[in-house]
């Protein structure tokens, strides 16, 4: 496809993103719900042809030598169909906040001032690997009356076109336009240049994958931008802690999914922990298979531990590998934290309530967690039903977002003729 073509299609498709978005705006609710059901009746009728697509991308991912982690995302499984009719199921069931009023309050000259929360409008999803995600976009784009452009990674071409495609009929089926969801039909990376372009038809721009894309994104986006680079996450040890709880919270954190963004990535134990407990907590790492990079102290734990650097505090390894390092306390804990955390999710591990409120308020994060695995830092987990992504920014919306993160609002004034003197 030449340049003059391909923005052509774009130019197109963002125009039926912006015609489709202004309709939903007076589109009942009852039928947006219909269509995410629509969509779970969709995938179950189609199993055969989704799975069909997926064969072609995993067999082009491996020829490609894609590593396994990358995979094993792309992947769609009983497990995976599973969980997207789950999210469609909840995403349908929850109340929006499109249309409602909030803040409201009544001026001494009369005037009735609130404000009222309303959609985006067109939203693009730049993402990589995951097919789920094309669901997950969709149904919370929808929910939250927005349209929304796709752009899937080349890894998973095949099976992001046949869900798209099935979305599209889940709308057509229910009296929705086709064009609430539409995917970006090529591979090229010029595409996405000018995708991020679309000034006058994209409210704004989510990118979600490694963070080389997110990156490019923001660098090349003449729209507003919602990411996170990184997951660099912590799970804090206290000398308080209870070392059976510590250590089960240990291992579902890093070895769980080790290659996803809230799996931990550096483990910090207090100094004041007793030998015995923090070579328990390293032992029991070391047997599930972790390659541990620690500092001087820790590594007088076990000649496993390798030597870090300081590039380590900073890594996102997203495999069984992880830093780990001896800190002082929780204030000490919170700054190695603040100083190298992607303020993504963060944990301590205690029984004191002093210590826990000190970290939830000294740590600068998007989620913070006391006595809880970094794993729950996730849209389902929190009850969004799905997500759309998890910011670590501070404007907008922050850590995952879910439909009332994809609204706005605006002032509405009613008055009675009054004028301004």
Same mark, same amino acid.
């Given at each position: 496809?030449?340049?003059?073509? %391909?923005?052509?299609?774009?130019?197109?498709? /963002?125009?039926?993103?912006?015609?489709?978005?202004?309709?939903?705006?007076?589109?009942?609710?009852?039928?947006?719900?219909? @269509?995410?059901?629509? %969509?779970?009746?969709? *995938?179950?009728?189609?199993?055969?042809?989704?799975?069909?697509?997926?064969?072609?991308?995993?067999?082009?991912?491996?020829?490609?030598?894609?590593?396994?982690? %990358?995979?094993? =995302?792309?992947?769609?499984?009983?497990?995976? +169909?599973?969980?997207?009719?789950?999210?469609?199921?909840?995403?349908?069931?929850?109340?929006?906040?499109?249309?409602? +009023?909030?803040?409201?309050?009544?001026?001494?000259?009369?005037?009735? *001032?609130?404000?009222?929360?309303?959609?985006?409008?067109?939203?693009?999803?730049?993402?990589?690997?995951?097919?789920?995600?094309?669901?997950?976009?969709?149904?919370? @784009?929808?929910?939250?009356?927005? $349209?929304?452009?796709?752009? /899937?990674? $080349?890894?998973?071409?095949?099976?992001?076109?046949?869900?798209?495609?099935? +979305?599209?009929?889940? @709308?057509?089926?229910?009296?929705?336009?086709?064009?609430?969801?539409?995917?970006?039909?090529?591979?090229?990376?010029?595409? !996405?240049?000018?995708?991020?372009?679309?000034?006058?038809?994209?409210?704004?721009?989510?990118?979600?994958?490694?963070?080389?894309?997110?990156?490019?994104?923001?660098?090349?986006?003449?729209?507003?931008?919602?990411?996170? #680079?990184?997951?660099?996450?912590?799970?804090?040890?206290?000398?308080?802690?209870?070392?059976?709880?510590?250590? $089960?919270?240990?291992?579902?954190?890093?070895?769980?999914?080790?290659?996803?963004?809230?799996?931990?990535?550096?483990?910090?134990?207090?100094?004041?922990?007793?030998?015995? &407990?923090?070579?328990?907590?390293?032992?029991?790492?070391?047997?599930?298979?972790?390659?541990? +990079? /620690?500092?001087?102290? &820790?590594?007088?734990?076990?000649?496993?531990?390798?030597?870090?650097?300081?590039?380590?505090?900073?890594?996102?390894?997203?495999?069984? =590998? @992880?830093?780990?390092?001896?800190?002082?306390?929780?204030?000490?804990?919170?700054?190695?934290?603040?100083? #190298?955390? $992607?303020?993504?999710?963060?944990? !301590?591990?205690?029984?004191?309530?002093?210590?826990?409120?000190?970290?939830?308020?000294?740590?600068? &994060?998007?989620?913070? %967690?006391?006595?809880?695995?970094?794993?729950?830092?996730?849209?389902?987990?929190?009850?969004?039903?799905?997500?759309?992504?998890?910011?670590?920014?501070?404007?907008?919306?922050?850590?995952?977002?879910?439909?009332?993160?994809?609204?706005?609002?605006?002032?509405?004034?009613?008055?009675?003729?009054?004028? =301004?003197?």
């Amino acid at each position: 496809m030449n340049d003059s073509t %391909m923005k052509k299609v774009i130019d197109t498709i /963002g125009i039926k993103a912006r015609r489709a978005s202004q309709l939903l705006v007076d589109t009942k609710q009852s039928s947006i719900d219909a @269509c995410l059901r629509e %969509m779970a009746a969709l *995938i179950d009728n189609n199993k055969s042809t989704l799975l069909h697509a997926n064969k072609k991308d995993i067999a082009a991912a491996r020829l490609k030598k894609i590593p396994d982690a %990358m995979i094993e =995302r792309l992947t769609l499984t009983d497990k995976t +169909f599973t969980s997207i009719k789950k999210g469609l199921s909840e995403v349908a069931a929850q109340k929006s906040l499109v249309g409602s +009023f909030f803040e409201e309050r009544t001026r001494p000259n009369g005037l009735h *001032i609130c404000k009222m929360h309303v959609p985006i409008g067109v939203i693009a999803i730049i993402y990589e690997s995951r097919p789920n995600v094309t669901v997950d976009a969709a149904a919370i @784009c929808l929910k939250s009356r927005n $349209s929304v452009i796709l752009r /899937g990674g $080349s890894e998973a071409i095949h099976s992001n076109t046949a869900l798209a495609a099935l +979305f599209s009929q889940a @709308c057509k089926n229910t009296g929705l336009s086709k064009d609430v969801v539409q995917l970006i039909p090529t591979t090229e990376r010029t595409a !996405i240049d000018l995708l991020l372009k679309q000034v006058d038809t994209i409210d704004l721009v989510i990118p979600r994958g490694g963070e080389g894309l997110i990156r490019t994104v923001v660098e090349k986006s003449h729209i507003p931008v919602i990411k996170h #680079y990184k997951g660099v996450c912590h799970v804090y040890i206290s000398k308080k802690a209870n070392i059976q709880k510590a250590i $089960s919270i240990i291992i579902n954190a890093k070895t769980q999914r080790p290659s996803v963004c809230n799996a931990m990535e550096t483990l910090l134990l207090d100094k004041s922990l007793s030998n015995a &407990s923090k070579k328990r907590i390293v032992d029991a790492m070391i047997e599930k298979g972790v390659v541990l +990079f /620690g500092d001087n102290d &820790s590594r007088l734990l076990s000649r496993s531990i390798k030597k870090a650097s300081e590039a380590d505090w900073y890594a996102e390894y997203l495999d069984l =590998r @992880c830093a780990i390092k001896i800190v002082d306390g929780v204030k000490g804990a919170i700054e190695h934290i603040n100083k #190298y955390g $992607s303020h993504h999710t963060d944990t !301590i591990v205690t029984e004191s309530k002093a210590e826990g409120d000190a970290f939830i308020v000294g740590v600068d &994060s998007s989620s913070v %967690m006391v006595n809880a695995s970094t794993r729950f830092a996730d849209g389902g987990e929190y009850g969004l039903g799905a997500e759309i992504g998890i910011s670590t920014d501070k404007l907008h919306s922050r850590g995952p977002m879910g439909v009332a993160d994809l609204t706005t609002y605006k002032w509405v004034v009613r008055g009675n003729g009054q004028i =301004r003197n």
